[in-house]
């Protein structure tokens, strides 16, 4: 099992940025797919984005081109970069992954969960 830790979570103005960091605990980490989702209050979980082992990314239609998912394989570190944050931005995101190639896109693809970090972002 691997521990996830997400940090860089916080409020901010519609407009502004924040970068979200997850730290994993895992000595092949450049063999998982990794995932950012998010939960708003009374929705249910969502993908936001992932990225493959091998660097292949796919973002929710209503992040595209504002947020970014990338990877550090030699710090054990996905990353999700949100600009243009938006209201709708807000909830709880969540970092997962699973020891797999390929894309998953669904949560229960996912083996892996952190205990995730807030983000609100006011108007």
């Known amino acids: 099992q691997v521990q996830l830790v997400e940090s860089g979570g916080g409020l901010v103005q519609a407009g502004g940025s924040l970068r979200l960091s997850c730290a994993a605990s895992t000595r092949t980490f450049s063999s998982y797919a990794m995932g950012w989702f998010r939960q708003a209050p009374g929705k249910k979980r969502e993908l936001v984005a992932q990225?493959?082992?091998?660097?292949?990314?796919t973002y929710a239609d209503s992040v595209k081109g504002r947020f970014t998912i990338s990877r550090d394989n030699a710090k054990n570190t996905v990353y999700l970069q949100m600009n243009s944050l938006k209201p709708e931005d807000t909830a709880v995101y969540y970092c997962?992954?699973?020891?797999?190639?390929?894309?998953?896109?669904?949560?229960?693809?996912?083996?892996?969960w952190g205990q995730g970090t807030q983000v609100t972002v006011s108007s």
């Open positions: 990225i493959s082992s091998g660097g292949t990314t």
């Open positions: 997962a992954a699973v020891p797999r190639g390929g894309w998953p896109v669904m949560t229960y693809e996912y083996t892996d």
